[in-house]
């Protein structure tokens, strides 16, 4: 696949996108707005260490200075020290405090995180200055609250702290909430586009010209475009928006070596537009002034007699019951060179034999009438009738529509009907998306006819 084949599954899938990255968003977005900012402050105490040796020798004893520094933060962390500060705060209780030892110095650091901005610089001094100014007092109740166990280190008293620096102010700890919201949209986009493709995979549906002839390994003949809701059935052929494609389709099938006169046109499923192709088509030729029989085989869904405005009171089912004479049975439609067979009336009991004897017959007695003879058969889903006729036609147009075909579908008609010997096939792709630049083209044609005193009507 080619980016612009990513990029066409991006653009057809981009409601799935765009539900999945807001939801998504939405989410992460709702659960960073619970999220509660903090604010923290720092204040430093330094401990001075306890030097030894003589005048002329002095060293320092690391040992002893990092069981100091610990033991000095196990006490001010301690319970008594702690309800002593929630008392100086005038607090119901004590407050959430920090206490690290700073690598390889001789740092204490006090911290506190608070929601309440204001909070934590006022405990973190209020606690170093309680430390330094107070501390005989604290040392006295934490060496009661011992009970008599004998501490980790001698702590005769506390004359060697001093307060280094005092918290003057507030920052913010945790994620920032800008940078987890960008990254949260960028999560939802990802998790769209992902979902996109999940979908298109899943969609056995079709939404290329290269893919159906991919799947049927078959020329496309034509391509027609999407339907307007203003313009009738029965009149595409006459506008310009849709005749190129017709005619497309006659130039093929007049271009054969081995011109084929008996034409089935048949469809993977139903709703594929097949019997609107069959009319059209038929008027297309008629246009050109070949004379054509087009013959509704479809008696389980038959819709031809309508594109036509024909009565469906006889037809195929009354010949083959021998309810009606063949001279009944023809019907002449508004075009002179276009005659037609509907399906006539439904009746599920008796239903033609389409590989008897009798349709063979009536084909190869319009043979002799007819230039063309076209035949609208049910989808193959529905019906065998398409198989059945095989042997009995020239050429077969298999008719697709794009966004709707189902591949498993296509793909089974055309195994079906390769147990017979194939005539020559085509696709025609009905429904092609391509509205805009149809437009574009007749939107250049009609300023081109204003200039020379011709307007070509757009439609």
């Known amino acids: 696949m080619q980016l612009n084949d990513y990029l066409a599954i991006l653009w057809r899938r981009r409601f799935v996108l765009a539900v999945t990255a807001i939801v998504a968003t939405g989410i992460i977005a709702f659960g960073v707005s619970q999220m509660t900012t903090k604010y923290a402050a720092t204040s430093t105490i330094r401990v001075e260490t306890v030097p030894v040796g003589g005048i002329d020798f002095t060293t320092f004893d690391i040992s002893y200075s990092e069981r100091l520094m610990n033991t000095y933060t196990d006490i001010f962390r301690s319970p008594v020290v702690m309800d002593q500060l929630a008392v100086e705060l005038d607090m119901d209780e004590p407050p959430d405090v920090t206490i690290d030892v700073v690598k390889d110095t001789e740092l204490l650091i006090i911290g506190s995180q608070e929601e309440n901005p204001d909070l934590p610089p006022v405990v973190v001094n209020t606690l170093a200055r309680l430390i330094v100014e107070d501390g005989e007092n604290l040392l006295s109740l934490w060496k009661d609250s011992l009970n008599g166990q004998t501490p980790p280190i001698d702590v005769e008293d506390l004359d060697r702290l001093s307060i280094l620096q005092l918290a003057e102010g507030t920052f913010t700890v945790g994620a920032n909430k800008r940078s987890l919201m960008a990254f949260g949209a960028l999560v939802g986009l990802l998790g769209g586009i992902g979902m996109a493709f999940v979908v298109e995979h899943l969609d056995q549906r079709i939404y290329s010209l290269q893919h159906f002839a991919r799947v049927t390994n078959l020329p496309i003949l034509s391509e027609i475009p999407k339907k307007d809701y203003r313009d009738s059935d029965t009149t595409l052929f006459a506008k310009p928006r849709y005749s190129e494609g017709f005619r497309r389709i006659k130039a093929v099938i007049k271009r054969e070596d081995d011109q084929p006169q008996v034409i089935m046109l048949t469809s993977p499923e139903p709703g594929e537009g097949k019997s609107t192709i ?16 087009v013959i509704d085989m479809d008696t389980y869904r038959p819709s031809l007699h309508k594109f036509l405005a024909l009565p469906n009171d006889r037809g195929l089912s009354t010949l083959m019951l021998r309810k009606t004479r063949f001279a009944e049975t023809i019907q002449k439609t508004t075009r002179p060179q276009v005659t037609a067979i509907t399906s006539g009336p439904l009746n599920y009991t008796q239903m033609p034999e389409f590989d008897s004897p009798a349709i063979a017959a009536l084909i190869n007695q319009l043979r002799g009438n007819f230039d063309f003879i076209l035949l609208d058969t049910p989808p193959t889903a529905i019906a065998s009738t398409a198989k059945t006729l095989m042997p009995l036609v020239d050429s077969v147009i298999v008719v697709v529509r794009m966004g709707q075909t189902n591949e498993d579908s296509l793909r089974l008609m055309m195994e079906e009907l390769s147990y017979t010997e194939l005539p020559s096939m085509g696709i025609v792709v009905n429904a092609i998306g ?7 083209y007749y939107k250049l044609a009609n300023k081109m006819a204003r200039n020379s005193g011709f307007m070509v009507k757009q439609t």
Do not use: D, I, T
Not at 434 to 440: A, F, G, L
């Open 434 to 440: 391509q509205k805009s630049r149809y437009r574009k």
């Open 278 to 293: 069959a009319a059209n088509l038929a008027l297309s030729l008629a246009q050109s002034g070949e004379r054509v029989m």
